[in-house]
């Protein structure tokens, strides 16, 4: 137990002692403990919305809210119901705070530190995601620093039930989420492992995605026929987007918030193709890259398969507007050259973040929040691991944690769904070893049955474009 945990133990006991038997205050000599349920609505902010069926033998699975302040400067202002999620084990297990970034999944999982811990773990939704925003929404109010803070006050909260060891982790802008919450709250947790999180600590430069498209995988010939499909693509416009227009009103699909015609969204999806394909697949798919000789029927598919157009249709895209919102105002975003299809854009610089916003919510970037955060990881910051796919254009920009008891693995081939199974076997009992040694658990194998096992597939690591 850290040093500040021990300290809010302290400080809780004469509250809890009045109306919490179960936490350990005196009560009847013969009274029950209470059940987790009650002491986890007795929690301030707490509000237990429902339990769902044990998902698992030895587990319970609870659906929480715990209300947070707009803005965390002023505490009595304004508040919100923020979502989470609890898949309690024990509690002298660890816990492992995992941080989506996005929204909550709406059913239980572990994560792959929760399942090498054995440990309980809550899944926290990101501020502004749906139905965790305030109302009305102060756009304003969501930068780093106040989502850090949600996650501080949720771990003071939960702390008072879990008082072992915690770690922290997230995948894609989940990992992100968990390192920023680590910079400014380094006590909260005992140590972060944070799945393919980029870092775009100079947004200005973004010569090492270049770099990376000009250099993934082992074959040549992929890279090639992924550009030449791009600028084939382009040169059949009319084309594929009249197939874009009906696929659009067979599906229902608006495009008046955001891009304003099929024509952008088309272009901004084509511009996307060769991202999402590293992203999710790998050089077993090379294959399957149209060649110029192919029908616009197949283009279209293949594309749509990769990158999706119904994601750049208002239907799909504005869902995320809070990441984008992010990255327009302080993460930044990966912004290649696309030089290979020079003559072939209409719309210039459109691959960047605030071209997938609504027009009010378009925003300045300041450039200080990442650049603090990479000085404060690179020079300060202990207990980290990192772990990055070699194949993945997430990775272009990794965090460089410093010596102190940080590290960062590279899992050989793999994409946005890199994570410490796929690492090289040598890697692989290292990482494994330095976070069952940061949550205090024994080194050994933990025990999987077909149950725990579907959890574990169901891990929501969102791979999907645009983090």
């Not at 133990?9 to 349920?37: C, I, R, S, T, Y």
């Not at 982790?169 to 992100?176: L, Q, W």
């Not at 202990?382 to 944690?401: C, I, R």
């Not at 999987?448 to 574990?456: G, T, W």
Request: charged residues 20%; negative net charge.
């Amino acid at each position: 137990m850290s040093i500040r945990r021990r300290a809010v133990a302290a400080a809780v006991v004469p509250v809890l002692a009045a109306g919490m038997v179960g936490l350990g205050a005196a009560g009847p000599a013969n009274a029950a403990p209470a059940d987790l349920a009650d002491r986890l609505e007795a929690l301030p902010g707490v509000t237990v919305v429902s339990e769902e069926s044990a998902p698992a033998p030895g587990y319970r699975f609870f659906f929480l809210t715990y209300r947070q302040p707009v803005d965390h400067t002023n505490p009595a202002g304004p508040t919100f119901e923020q979502r989470f999620q609890l898949l309690h084990r024990a509690e002298d297990r660890p816990m492992v705070l995992h941080t989506t970034g996005y929204g909550m999944p709406g059913y239980a999982f572990r994560s792959e530190p929760t399942a090498l811990l054995d440990a309980n773990q809550i899944s926290v939704e990101q501020r502004f995601f749906t139905p965790s925003r305030p109302q009305p929404a102060n756009w304003g109010k969501l930068t780093i620093w106040q989502a850090a803070t949600d996650h501080h006050r949720i771990v003071g909260a939960l702390e008072r039930v879990y008082a072992g060891k915690w770690v922290s982790t997230g995948a894609s802008k989940g990992g992100m989420t968990s390192v920023y919450h680590r910079r400014y709250y380094p006590r909260d947790v005992d140590g972060v492992v944070a799945y393919v999180a980029p870092n775009d600590a100079d947004n200005k430069d973004d010569r090492a995605y270049d770099e990376f498209f000009d250099s993934v995988g082992s074959t040549p010939a992929c890279r090639t026929a992924l550009k030449t499909l791009q600028a084939e693509a382009l040169r059949r416009r009319t084309e594929l987007v009249n197939m874009y227009d009906e696929y659009a009103a067979a599906n229902g699909l608006t495009f008046d918030s955001v891009f304003g015609s099929t024509d952008k969204a088309f272009e901004m999806t084509v511009l996307d193709t060769e991202w999402a394909f590293w992203q999710y697949s790998g050089e077993g798919a090379c294959g399957a890259v149209p060649g110029v000789d192919a029908t616009t029927e197949e283009i279209f598919e293949f594309i749509d398969g990769v990158a999706s157009f119904a994601f750049y249709a208002d239907e799909g895209i504005t869902p995320y507007a809070p990441y984008y919102y992010q990255a327009a105002t302080q993460l930044g975003w990966p912004q290649p050259r696309f030089r290979y299809l020079q003559g072939l854009l209409r719309y210039p610089n459109l691959y960047v973040a605030n071209s997938s916003l609504p027009p009010e919510l378009r925003s300045r970037h300041d450039p200080a929040p990442m650049a603090d955060v990479d000085r404060w990881v690179s020079r300060e910051a202990s207990q980290m691991l990192f772990v990055y796919g070699s194949n993945d254009p997430w990775g272009a920009e990794p965090f460089h944690p410093s010596e102190k008891d940080s590290y960062t693995f590279t899992a050989p081939g793999a994409n946005h769904g890199a994570d410490i199974e796929l690492l090289n076997p040598a890697d692989r009992a290292r990482a494994t070893a330095t976070l069952r040694r940061w949550a205090g658990v024994e080194t050994g194998s933990t025990a999987r049955s077909a149950a725990l096992a579907e959890l574990d597939a169901r891990d929501p690591r969102d791979i999907r474009r645009p983090l």
